[in-house]
């Protein structure tokens, strides 16, 4: 049977009885306690707005650049508790959400983005290890799969120089499912505790001298007498520049709102896996793992023994809100959960301990952008699109780079000086994403195939081909 087929089981209920509905990396006794909120004026040199990856890079690589630099992070609930806390932990090299997508819109630049990309990710490590934090960081790679037949030969054509292409009875040697006819490994991906490196990076920041307000919400930026101001609901930041990192949450710039939507992405945990739990699927190289279907899942392995599995709905809620109602949705839940027992027929008593859902800043090209407002000093970077465990220090580097007015191989690129194209305001964005959604599974249940909207979107340079 194929994923797109199944239909959920009474065993998919019955595991999923006693999942706790909270995103298992923050379910963590160790979790750091939260800062005050603003109350009343602050000044500082640098203002970063949002506490999740993009914010706490931009503020310590700031530091980093200029020890003596005054930075303040405002976040309006607590740092890692949004995308930064509940993703799958796939820290890739990839600065362009995979190397197709890449090369469809930034050919000529793909030699450098690719270099950038590794260094960054050895940066990475290096910063783990530099303030020691405990982040969980495994240098396993990453292992797509073709989970039907007509996949196994663009998986395989798909393999560059360091990567190895799998067969059958390689890639089930790898790991063993009944689902997967092909994979292949790829080196440039790590694996981490997405929470532990959020919250890591925070004492970082702290122990650099970076303030921190927690609890604030920041309502509106404007320039004014040749500062930026930040309004919060108790309290005003006076600043020289300021970052802004919000993810999908609404931006306080205008010119960005209709270069994002905010997606829903869903995941489950399950208990640690037995000994002999694991003797039975293998995947002793503890690889990240995804298939390669329009509606993917991505799975991998964490540091106790459990496995995450999550993906395959993307979900845009009508309107584009943001509401904490929407990280829970049954029906996605029953059917992930039927996905894994598909994949691991093996593991039929294995229950699942955790159900989350969390909010995606996608844009049209599937891959970060950036801007400067109010005369260059503000700057920003959004648009992710689920792979910013990574690239979201690229973009600190960026923003910071934007900010000192200084021309470096980062702003030199045309994949940081251009833009996507942005989405159909409301009420047209609604239709237009649930048809490009619809024919994105027409697509998988037809061999690959795509349809005239599909191939209109390829044409403008808004189709997804990651």
Known sequence: MRYVDAVPTAWATLSLADAAPGPFWLDDPGRPAAHPPLRGATTADLVVVGGGYTGLWAAL?????????DVLVVEARQTGWA????????????????????????????????????????????????????????????????TEEYQVEALRAEAGPEDRFL?????????????????????????????????????????????LVEG??????????????????????????????????????RRVRHLLVPVYDYVLMTRPLTTAERASIGWANRQGLGDVANQFHYSRLTADGRILWGGYD?????????????????????????????????????????????????C??????????????????????????????????????????????????????????PFPPEPLATPVIALTRWSLDRADRRQGRRNAWLRLLDAVGAGFDS
Not at 179 to 207: E, I, N, Y
Not at 319 to 340: I, K, P, Q
Not at 371 to 398: C, I, K, P
């Open 167 to 211: 067969d059958t009875d390689a890639v089930r040697r790898e790991i063993a499912s009944p689902m997967f006819l092909a994979g292949l490994w790829s080196p440039d991906t790590a694996l981490v505790h997405p929470a532990k490196l959020a919250w890591g990076l925070r004492q970082a920041c702290l122990d650099r001298g970076v303030r």
């Open 83 to 146: 995308a930064s806390g509940r993703n799958g932990g796939f820290a890739a090299a990839s600065l362009t959400h995979g190397e197709a997508n890449g090369a469809s819109r930034f050919p000529g630049e793909m030699d450098v983005l690719r270099r950038l990309g590794r260094e960054n990710l050895d940066a990475i490590a290096a910063t783990v290890d530099r303030y020691g934090i405990d982040a969980e960081l495994e240098r396993t790679g990453a292992l797509d799969v073709a």
């Open 364 to 421: 049209s090209r599937f891959m970060p952008f950036f801007g400067t407002a109010h005369g260059g000093a503000v700057a920003y970077a959004a648009g992710f699109t689920g792979l910013g465990v990574a690239s979201t220090r690229f973009a600190a580097d960026v923003v910071l780079d934007l900010l000192s007015g200084e021309r470096t191989e980062r702003t030199a690129l045309q994949m940081v000086r251009s833009t996507p194209l």
């Open 61 to 69: 690589r700031a530091t980093e650049r200029d020890p003596g630099r």
């Open 314 to 362: 993307a979900v845009y809620h009508p309107g584009g809100r943001v509401r904490r109602a929407y990280e829970h949705r049954a029906d996605t839940y029953l059917r992930l959960a039927e996905h894994f027992r598909m994949t691991f027929p093996q593991l039929e008593d294995v229950t699942f301990t955790h159900r989350w859902g969390g909010v995606i800043d996608t």
């Open 216 to 253: 604030t919400v920041a309502r509106d930026l404007r320039r004014e007498g040749g500062e930026v101001v930040v309004t919060t609901d108790d309290g005003v930041v006076r600043a020289r520049q300021a970052v802004l990192a919000t993810n999908a949450f609404p931006p306080l710039l």
